[in-house]
């Protein structure tokens, strides 16, 4: 992912799922987002936009300052998950 971000700036965060290497959808998908406080939110099914075979992300808008986290998990056909990192900085 690019950043830092500013406040208010939205951040497209994508998730990828693949079975041996091969773009598989999950039955379920999962995205869980903590924030700077420590807050996490949790993302299914029609919150989470799906781009294709295998292929997903979420905006979000940002206006806390700091360090944010978050998780895609995909259960059934595709068990996988995947993490990742982001800042938002106040300058």
Do not use: E
């Amino acid at each position: 992912m690019g950043g830092p971000y500013a406040p208010g700036q939205s951040v497209v965060i994508s998730g990828t799922f693949t079975v041996s290497g091969i773009a598989t959808d999950p039955t379920t998908v999962t995205l869980t987002i903590i924030d700077p406080r420590g807050t996490a939110s949790t993302f299914t099914g029609g919150q989470v936009t799906h781009d294709g075979t295998g292929l997903y992300h979420y905006n979000l808008t940002v206006q806390t300052v700091g360090y944010w986290q978050y998780k895609w998990q995909g259960t059934g056909t595709c068990q996988a998950a995947s993490d990742g990192n982001f800042t938002v900085s106040g300058f």
